[in-house]
């Protein structure tokens, strides 16, 4: 048997990773069947599937840390610095959307019209749906802090009630969300103006359910009590992440419905 003399935790063979990269190959083949033939049954079972692989995961990754004691400081900081990696590629991902959508946008080319949005295509007003949402998303993101604030003061109740109300509203922001896109007058197909709308709102609409997941996650460890001022790393990377959505959402709030109107 190998000596532990060293700090890293060298993790047990699992087979989550391999699932779930097989599992996120289906998910896009599905997603590609949705463009295609408007069939979306295969995209909610690929993600149900994609949802089971992540709680056993996670499961794995909590047992680890409060039950086996592999958790040291420096492992923490480590991934600590590996959640904020993680961020800034989802930055770099949004980056390339942008960049995709500046470019048709401050250049436009015959296939628009030669104008941004194309001719005859109508956008929602973004004083309407858009900036309900936005105001929406940053309550959720105010109620996220306060739902920290109040776990480091030992208030595991109204962290709880802040935490649910977090919830609630980023469920709500998908609501309108799937709102919008069934009343919207523009379609994916509508050139290259519906492909960076949709894609732009869909990818992070993605991200919100996955942010919705992750607080949905911390949100039972907090009601079964297994948090302490000494253990809050997985709930803070979760409020990491959702201020990311927050940001992003901002960005997209003032360039797509703002700036591009």
């Keep these: 048997m190998m000596m532990d003399n060293h700090f890293f935790h060298l993790v047990k063979y699992s087979p989550w990773p391999l699932l779930i990269a097989l599992n996120l190959i289906n998910s896009i083949t599905s997603v590609t069947k949705f463009?295609?033939?408007?069939?979306s049954l295969m995209c909610f079972?690929?993600?149900?599937?994609?949802?089971?692989?992540?709680?056993?995961?996670?499961r794995d990754?909590?047992?680890?840390?409060?039950?086996?004691?592999f958790?040291?400081?420096?492992i923490n900081y480590m991934i600590g610095y590996g959640m904020i990696f993680f961020i800034i590629s989802e930055i770099c991902l949004f980056g390339s959307f942008f960049w995709m959508?500046?470019?048709?946008?401050l250049s436009p080319d015959m296939e628009t019209g030669s104008i941004w949005p194309p001719f005859k295509v109508t956008q929602m007003s973004f004083m309407d749906i858009p900036l309900l949402n936005t105001m929406v998303l940053l309550m959720s993101g105010?109620?996220?802090t306060w739902a920290h604030y109040d776990l480091t003061m030992n208030s595991f109740k109204n962290s709880s009630i802040s935490l649910v109300i977090s919830i609630?509203?980023?469920?709500?922001?998908?609501?309108?969300?799937?709102?919008e896109?069934?009343?919207?007058?523009?379609?994916?197909?509508?050139?290259?103006?519906?492909?960076?709308?949709?894609?732009?709102?869909g990818f992070h609409g993605l991200h919100v359910m996955i942010g919705l997941i992750f607080l949905i996650v911390m949100m039972v460890q907090l009601i079964e009590k297994k948090f302490s001022l000494m253990n809050l790393n997985g709930f803070e990377y979760s409020i990491w992440y959702w201020h990311f959505v927050d940001i992003i959402w901002l960005c997209l709030y003032l360039t797509v419905y703002w700036w591009g109107m």
């Design 45 to 58: 079972f690929f993600f149900f599937i994609s949802v089971l692989i992540m709680i056993q995961w996670w």
């Design 61 to 69: 990754v909590m047992r680890e840390s409060l039950y086996e004691g």
């Design 168 to 179: 609630l509203l980023g469920i709500y922001f998908l609501m309108i969300q799937g709102y």
């Design 35 to 39: 463009i295609l033939t408007s069939s």
């Design 142 to 144: 105010f109620f996220i």
């Design 101 to 105: 959508y500046f470019y048709y946008s």
């Design 71 to 74: 958790r040291s400081l420096k």
């Design 181 to 201: 896109y069934v009343n919207s007058s523009i379609s994916f197909n509508d050139s290259v103006f519906g492909n960076s709308f949709f894609i732009l709102t």
